[in-house]
């Protein structure tokens, strides 16, 4: 299962160390909220699409076959 809060943390690195401050910011939310949901590890769908709007990406969730590796659609 992939852990919300690493793979975030690995796409700040990526956009040049951006803070998790600044991506707070860049959400709309305060850096206090960020971290909390950074400790639950719980982002809602809508959360990750403004994430990736502020890291420049599109937000893609696809379900694969665990047999095949591939996605059902």
Not at 15 to 30: I, P, V
Request: proline share 3%; hydrophobic share 35%.
């Amino acid at each position: 299962m992939v852990d919300m809060r690493e793979y975030i943390r690995l796409c700040l690195v990526k956009r040049d160390n951006m803070s998790e401050a600044e991506l707070a910011r860049r959400t709309g939310q305060t850096p206090q909220n960020m971290s909390n949901k950074y400790k639950r590890n719980t982002f809602k769908v809508s959360e990750l699409e403004k994430v990736a709007d502020a890291l420049g990406a599109d937000l893609q969730i696809r379900f694969i076959d665990r047999e095949t590796g591939k996605p059902i659609i």
